[in-house]
């Protein structure tokens, strides 16, 4: 079973940040947490990945809380080619997707 | 630098007839994973190869599903007889080593449609 929980669903109006939780509160101390989007008919695209800094890159911010429990995944300024279902998955090995949180941008 | 590339795309076969899928992965990549995505849920590993060995098939249904890798790049997926059941996107990936938290690389998928 996936590690995390994140909402089913959010809307976010272009051109503002999009910001994703996810609650991991049972992630041990050796777990990455990575990000991954699914865009219609394509295949899962990796986003970023942290384990305790919060991390950026051309993509995204992952923002880590102190305990490790949560994270965010912030796309600072959305754009509708950003909306697509985004994974949160925690992991030391295998990778076990969950639903995700389906993001729509809004024009 | 060449994504993983899988084919075909789409396919359609009727109940009870085979179905192989194709996969190339990123050049370099050591490690190789075919993943099963039914519709609405997140992509399930079938199987893992690390090179021509394969290290994680405990996933994989061995009565009608068989996969290999023989020179380990390619690698092929088939499903012989395929059942309703089976429509679905098959997903290839691949990462450079495969330990820990190697970071993975999909292909578009193959989406099959059995009749």
């Known amino acids: 079973d996936a590690k995390t929980t994140q909402p089913t669903s959010m809307d976010c109006a272009e051109g503002r940040a999009a910001n994703l939780p996810c609650n991991h509160s049972t992630i041990s101390g050796n777990e990455y947490v990575y990000w991954y989007r699914q865009i219609h008919s394509q295949g899962p695209q990796y986003i970023i990945h942290?384990?305790?800094n919060n991390e950026t890159n051309e993509m995204a911010s992952l923002i880590i809380t102190e305990d490790r429990k949560s994270s965010t995944l912030i796309l600072p300024h959305a754009t509708l080619r950003d909306t697509a279902v985004y994974y949160c998955i925690v992991r030391d090995d295998k990778i076990i997707f969950g639903k995700g949180t389906r993001l729509h941008i809004l024009p | 630098e060449a994504g993983v590339v899988q084919s075909p795309r789409y396919k359609i076969i009727e109940k009870k007839q085979p179905v192989a899928f194709w996969c190339n992965p990123i050049?370099?990549?050591?490690?190789l994973y075919w993943y099963l995505q039914n519709l609405g849920q997140g992509p399930e590993l079938l199987i893992r190869y690390e090179n021509e060995e394969a290290v994680d098939d405990s996933q994989l249904p061995k009565d009608r599903f068989s996969a290999e890798r023989l020179k380990g790049v390619d690698s092929t997926l088939k499903i012989q007889p395929a059942e309703l059941g089976d429509s679905a996107v098959y997903l290839c990936?691949?990462?450079?080593f495969g330990q820990g938290t190697d970071t993975q690389y999909f292909g578009p998928g193959t989406r099959l449609t059995v009749l």
């Open positions: 050049s370099g990549h050591n490690t």
């Open positions: 942290g384990l305790k």
């Open positions: 990936a691949s990462s450079r």
